[in-house]
């Protein structure tokens, strides 16, 4: 796994990483890089917020889950952030069944720590918010339209990509087949 430094993503490529973090929402408004508060300790954002170190600071986040190819440093030790990645490209074919238990679990000792979770990847569009759907659904007893509806609430621009929709549909029926006696 190749890693982003901190160097990079707070050096002279910050604007441009700020750049390709700001998307147009489904109604046509710019959605620029932000933190999005889904829970009272949960957050999902891109990765250009998931980098910022005053933000990060402001909003009390403890625990980074990073979704995405390349795995970022630890910030510098005067910030302490426990941190987890997850290699997973945002294609359909991507197997994002694989880490969904694991994610929930981490999120949810996370939380139960007392601790601020964000959940990041490039935009916080597709692959950080079908992990916390996952998380909704296994932790709140959602269903996956329940969930996404609940995020996109907070966060507009959410919209998991087409398979993984399908997987936590899969996810969302496994469920249902486990609580049944």
Known sequence: MSYCS??????????RLHNRCTLQSPTGETFTPQASQITPALYISDLW??????????????????????SIEPPPNSFALKTKCIPLQDK??????????????????????????LVHCIWGKSRSVAFVVAFLMRTQGMTVDQALACIQEKRPIAKPNVGFMQQLRLYEKGMQRMSKP
């Not at 991507?94 to 999120?107: N, T």
């Open 6 to 15: 901190y160097a990079q993503c707070l050096g002279k490529d910050r604007d």
């Open 49 to 70: 917020t998931a980098t910022h170190i005053p933000t990060l600071t402001s909003l009390g986040i403890t625990h980074r889950l990073s979704i995405q190819l390349e």
């Open 92 to 117: 359909s074919e991507a197997r994002l069944w694989m880490y969904m238990d694991s994610v929930v679990d981490w999120l949810s000792e996370a939380l139960t720590e007392g601790g601020t979770v």
